[in-house]
């Protein structure tokens, strides 16, 4: 290779030497993609649960031209059932994150379950199993899904809306951001659930399209609609299991989040298992 022409392949081939060589590169890797944001918590009163669900009305996307999302969406359109979208995802180089990932983290659970839940992007310990929501955070939403009768061998898929992790675990640019959302959309498409649930502000802003605070969009019935789908699908927003470890006083906002959600379940006939 001649690093003259190609300085970024070089230096993500030394990346993956010193990191094969059992070197924590870490910190190596947020340097090489630049300095992480930070991210400032809110707080927010909860509002009321409503009753019927709000439509989320979102302008067309803008078509992007950009060959690695053009690429993407041919790939996600063509991909007729979930494993043939997970495979498609493995093959897509469009995104520079995966540069630098080790490995893709698309999703865990039952691929016909009727409730698909949608985080942001994986930490540290999800790209090193290739699953979304483990360690801690993941321990977390398996017991609040539990307190539902919810859990990922029979009634839920787990999916993120960025499938490598960022270096450092900055936050995903929008470009990235772009490079992953066709793949998104067309999950939620091929698995039609009976409930949408979006952990975090970044899910649900990328899926719903929509720029408003977590607390904004939390605690209410809403309606995702797109094109491709048979009908809207119902939505719900919660905060995420990594704030909570973060902020565990706002933890009874997430149960109010739940029991909607267990509410609205019951309404839809979603079998679950019951209470521990």
């Not at 979208?85 to 999703?107: H, M, P, Q, S």
């Not at 649900?204 to 605070?213: F, H, Q, S």
């Not at 927003?237 to 902020?247: G, S």
Request: charged share 25%; hydrophobic share 45%; aromatic share 4%.
């Amino acid at each position: 290779m001649d690093v003259n022409h190609d300085p970024a392949g070089a230096a993500r081939a030394l990346l993956a030497f010193w990191r094969a060589a059992g070197v924590d590169m870490d910190e190596a890797e947020a340097v090489y993609a630049g300095t992480p944001k930070a991210q400032a918590g809110t707080t927010a009163r909860a509002p009321l649960p409503g009753r019927e669900p709000a439509p989320i009305t979102a302008p067309r996307p803008k078509k992007v031209a950009s060959a690695p999302v053009d690429n993407a969406r041919a790939l996600a359109a063509a991909a007729n059932t979930v494993a043939e979208l997970r495979a498609a995802v493995e093959r897509y180089d469009g995104c520079a994150l995966k540069a630098t990932a080790r490995n893709t983290v698309f999703a865990d659970g039952h691929e016909d379950a009727p409730v698909l839940l949608i985080g942001e992007a994986p930490d540290k310990e999800e790209d090193e199993q290739g699953k979304p929501f483990v360690g801690a955070r993941g321990a977390l939403l398996d017991r609040m899904l539990a307190q539902i009768g919810l859990d990922r061998q029979s009634n839920v898929l787990i999916s993120n809306t960025i499938y490598w992790r960022p270096p450092g675990n900055r936050d995903p640019t929008p470009g990235e951001t772009l490079a992953c959302l066709p793949f998104v959309e067309r999950l939620i498409a091929l698995t039609q659930p009976k409930l949408l649930i979006l952990t975090g502000k970044a899910a649900a802003n990328t899926v719903l399209r929509r720029e408003d605070a977590v607390n904004k969009l939390r605690g209410r019935r809403l309606l995702y609609t797109r094109d491709g789908l048979d009908l809207p699908v119902n939505a719900l927003v919660m905060l995420h299991p990594a704030y909570l470890l973060r902020q565990p006083q706002q933890k009874r906002l997430a149960w109010t989040d739940l029991l909607l959600a267990e509410a609205w379940l019951s309404e839809l006939g979603v079998a679950r298992a019951p209470h521990v």
